[in-house]
């Protein structure tokens, strides 16, 4: 027997025929001997329903009072789930992020969960009862009623799989599972049966929307077994087989994953590049450079800034595009003229392309076979980045999806059933 | 500065414009001076809603989890008009009935409530801001949500007020006040300025729809002032003139009062008359009757047994059209041969009209000038019962208009203004 935490999404709750499946899928677990715990978000449509409603009353909301209307969409699912349940049978009780005592900072419309009491939880849970909880929302440490923000509920999932100690925490999504790359790109892109943490923080960051980074990070620093399941398969399913069917986010790299040397393709669109060019060699130029970014609230991804030459350098980083007139502008009117640097050029057709794998570590060549692969498409690299476990290169977007591809092939990541 | 309780309806909060229109009512109140405390249902049709999407999930839903459902109509409404409140200018704090600490028994759906928090309300008034609580709701012993019932966001504004120690509880309303009878009826109604609550508890339970009876009896158990006035006067009215549109509900018996012996005349339509004729007069008869009745969840309203003539009586009550033939048939079947009744007889179509006043009390002969009254119009009368501050007589239900009409004319309430 098993303590597992199910957490569901707008998508998967968004009618009252899908609740009614949903409770089927969680008696199937609950009857095969499991304690279970189901998280839920808002129906879909709902949470933007309630803020278009708060915005005709205030264009821009307050935030406290923006939470006690947003918890509200959630709150309607977990008692249209716990019904759900007792009509089919299985005994289950709802409960408020309040009333489970989800404590959170106060940062209204996106706080931070600081802890939970597990206990009442573990008494319904003693009972045989399933637990059904508000995924997305709080309370602060005065009692105001709290929002994670977008994305929540995979946190809130992870957090009370963390504070009740839970065997596994289970995503379910209208995606199935981590692929190799995204399928829409790459049509034989296979589904990876486990990732480590470390490769799906670069995967998740990079732009595959499977899960909120915040989650995986939160799941990373609980030692939480995560595992992504898809919504969309039978509730029927046996339970075997449903399990396969997704992808488990590991702690260990397992031998499996050592032969893979590289796991995935991540790539992101819509990257704009900015090139500061001629800048004096000096103690604090990069800061100076990048605060000014910062301050406008200006995002930034990429960073890569060369050996200098004569005392001169040229500084690159990358913004999102819808920033990139801002950004160039502050530079060109702001920070040129007061760091002393030659010129300042932009291009707003980027995109980043990765390599990710825990198996990079111990290979050396890895980069290499990916800078072969890309210059034998005539693909030129316009700035590259590194860590540990992943290779980026910025190029011309127009070159992503023939990027990804090619990458895809060359370190044998094709399904050989697809295609 | 007086401390004031509002509540307002949910045709009062029914759309976007009309919580505005709220909100400027409210800082009116407050710019006069006045600590406000606001208490709101569900948006109509909100509340409805919500038990509709329950029901297809649950044909009889489970009743804690509706309570958990039904309780998110009142939390979208607080924290729109309190950004509502923002947005003008005005400091407000919204508030479920759990986070000001509502309690109530555990019985969902029609829980009652036994004390309410009242220093966080408190704190927040004493720093300027509008408080704006969830009516209809509260929370029992164990943390579970509970709602009051259909109706209690009135009984909501009175406890409020009770645990406050509010000057006054407002109950603001779509109709403009108390009547002398129903304007639709007799079109020379006029308005009451005032009405002792003795008299309000016998014109609500006779049928004026104004105010909720339990709100009114749990303003005489706290001795709580209350005014109803009407959310359809333009918000900008200045403060006397609205204060005047309504009808205040006192204590005492003021000098007015005296004069009008009688205040109002209420009536019942779809009563049903049934008479156990030639009833053995013993101990017990009446109890056998009744109990037959009542474990069948029928219940009854006017009840009579005159003296017993020769060792028999006839025992007549009435109950509500929609039972007769059940009682009937219960009472045929059950209980006359039981009991050695000679006969039951019955008649589905009956209406009840009463004259209420506290003036009668000291006033003689008010019972005969209002049996004179019907008697001139040709009104036969089937059941007579009274009250200390009440007269009620059954009538054939198609006389209805005609007596109260009668009996408004003959007491003296037609408004010299109107008709």
Redesign the interface.
Known sequence: MALIVQKYGGTSVGS?ER??NVARRVIKWADAGHQVVVVVSAMSGETNR?IA??R???PE??P??????A??GE??T???L???L??LGRDA??Y?G??VGVHTDSAFTKARIESIDEQ?MRADLELGRVVVVAGFQGMDAQ???TTLGRGGSDTSGVALAAALGADECQIYTDVDGVYTTDPRVVPEASKLPSITFEEMLEMASLGSKVLQIRSVEFAGKYRVRLRVLSSLTPWDLPLEDEMRSGTLITFEEDQNMERAVVSGIAFARDEAKITVVGVPDRPGIAYQILSAVGQANIEVDMIVQNQSVDGFTDFSFTVGRSEYARALGILKNEVQGHIGAREVLGDPKACKVSIVGVGMRSHAGIASTMFRTLSEEGINIQMISTSEIKVSVLIDEKYLELAVRALHRAFDLDDPAAG
Request: a positive charge.
């Open positions: 009252v609740i009614k309630l409603l708060a005709e009353i205030q909301p307050d406290r009072e923006l939470d006690v209307v918890a509200t709150q309607v977990i008692g249209l716990a019904m759900a007792k009509s009780r709802s408020t309040f009333q009442r009692g105001n009623i």
